[in-house]
């Protein structure tokens, strides 16, 4: 049965596994990268927006840009400008500045100063956050985007990079969607996790790790999405990789696997390669095995 | 002198620089002050161990709507105002969304009954104490909470403008950053040399030059991986203020939350290096 | 009655749209007359939270008193629940189909959501 007759069907079919990490630099990228190598035909998505690092391995071919257009910013005419100062009493961001001019990187576009300015000098001007692109990659399409330095709204962006995802996921006939996530837990985190059926968390075994997979366990929870752990770098502290893994059982989070530090994820990266295709017999079969479970979980989800 | 220690990319070092060059710092008598504006994963306390003695709930505005003054049906202003969908009209009273608030006050101003007036809601705390002699601040933003930058703010007023304050920052380049780097006299960018490290490095230099916030950078696991960053750095002029080697002992005791200084043999050295090279950017940019 | 089911298309033989926030639309249905039209939802589409608020009160708009979706979060539950628009949930195959569903009496009005938020 062609995708395209039962678009409901395949709707359901689609599973999302979104890799976060809550501390950054434990290897969220590098492990994406590596899964995009293996499993199922899928579409992957960089929800990093803030610092998007997925295409420099996966070296996309961008079939198509769209401009990123969100939320509002102020602008005060200077021509129509009085001089009232009402805009700058009433803004909360400290986004006006004694000249009667908007900081732009502070302004949340509100919409209290256009609201209050007598002379119309303040307007609420459309917001041009940044750009995304569908590409196409050796491991599928991917969706990936660029928001524009100091702009807010990484939420948004997520969500349209994730439905973008979703959708060329439906068209191919794709069972999986593989979403890279940004580091912590706030709006963009939680805008990469909404629906997702399976949140990955890479760890490694230091003390702010473990003191953030605990935050991001939390943050799981709170929206109800499946929690699978990675423990990368493990050979830096037995102690503390043990201490997650029993933090896990006790939790009742699936371990997904450990990976070792190894100087192959760099040496991969420099070359723009997955840690799978620069070393397919050692990491790659470790990753392997990962994938393995984590598929193995979906399925178990999915009946 | 406020330091805010920023990157682009996560896990580079930020926390491990703030920590051993406030260590450095404190043993060599100077008054320093730090914070820890990584709201949602707040880490430099494991490093520093504070004695925290005051903890600050941070509340933002939230609208309440007097039923009573309210005309419902007949208005819907405030829903229709809203630019962040934190209000609606519904069965003739207006229903208010908490979480999707920014507290920006434009209901309240707007409504022409008057009806609306400021409730607040908790975004996390602040805590405060010291490291021995030196001030220590930090926040924790209540879990699901979207919003830190007001509770970045907090921290920012809570803590102590000594001699020399350094500001930990979360990683990215967003809003949040923007708050912890508002004010920044200097900001020092810790990276780490491979082609994620780099990329990152040049999104948050193009933040700063935005900004107009001088800045330097310093090189994070030195020889991990190769020399792009340092290459960089020539091509555009942007000064190294110093390098702290990629090293198994450094990374294991980090791992157990402990600090270099004092526990890695040479490291000290580094941050001293470090402070050398930032003092005397600072005092170029001042001549 | 009226009754709104979150809709992929415009038509009886579009797919229902699983999503309640983002669905891409409503067809609106009066079960008296039989006439159906189409409320457009793509405005909601691209927010990042509150799409489940702004679906409600647009469905409130339309006098629907009841709807027919997939799932629903908790922020648009209270919302329909103020507006006394009871909520089908589970809802698949076409809006011709899950509308049957509904007057066959096979589907329970849902006393809780079913989903966390930001779906």
Redo the contacts between chains.
Sequence with gaps: MSPASKPNKNAKAIQEVVVI??????GK?SVTAALAALGPKKVLADCDV??A?LH?VLAPDNIRTEDFIA??RAFINADACVGCGLCLE?C???AVSAQFEIIN??C?????CA??CPEDAAVMLPRHCGVWHIAKTRFGSLVHAR?G????N??KLVTTVRQAARKLAEEQGASLILTDG???????V?ASLGGADLALAVA?????AL??LK?VH??TK??DIPLMVIINKSG??EE?TKTIGDYCKDNGVEMAGTLP?D?AF?QA??R?LSVVEYDPEGRGRDLLGLWNRIQARLDQDNQ | MRIVIAS?????GK?TVVANLATYLKLSGLNVSVADCDV??P?LH?FLNPRLDIEKTTTVPVPKVDPERCTGDDCGLC?Q?C????L????G?V?V?A??C?????CT??CPEKAIIEDSRIIGVVRSGMVGCMPFTEGE?R??????PPLIEAVKSASPKNEVELIDC???????V?KSL?GADFSVLVT?P???GL??LD?AV??LR??RIPFGVVINRDG???SCVHDYLEREGIALLGTIPHS?EA??A????QLHVGHVQGFEAHYARLWDNIRQQIGEIHS | MIIAISSQGPGLESQVDPRFGRAAGFVVVDTDSGKHSYSDNEQNLQ?A??AG??A??NV?KTGATAVITGHVGP?AY??LN???IQIFLGASGTVAESLEAYKNGTMQPATSPDKQGHW
């Excluded at chain 1, 949340?108 to 209290?112: A, F, L, N, P, T």
């Excluded at chain 2, 630019?83 to 934190?86: E, S």
């Excluded at chain 2, 609606?88 to 069965?91: D, F, K, R, S, T």
């Excluded at chain 2, 920014?102 to 434009?106: F, N, T």
């Design positions: 990490s809550g501390k950054g630099g434990t990228t803030d610092a690092d420099l939320g509002e009433h909360r961001y400290g990187e502070n949340e576009g509100c919409g209290v609201f209050v928001l330095v100091a702009e807010e990484s939420g940004p580091p912590g837990i706030g709006c963009p939680i490694e075994p230091t003390t702010s003191h953030d935050r939390d943050l709170h929206f830096i502290n503390i530090y100087n760099t990266q420099i723009a | 682009g990319k996560g896990g580079t926390t949602e994963e880490n494991l829903a105002l630019r962040f969908k934190a609606i009209l519904m069965a009273e229903m969304f979480e999707l920014h507290g920006c006050g434009l101003l707007a933003l879990i699901g909470e979207a919003m830190s979360p990683p990215g380049t967003s809003c949040p923007i508002d780490e491979t082609p994620f990329h990152d999104l193009q933040t935005q900004l991990m991986g190769n198994l990374a294991q980090y791992s157990r939350g | 927010l939270q509150g608020i702004q409600a009160q409130a922020k209270l919302a103020k507006g006394n």
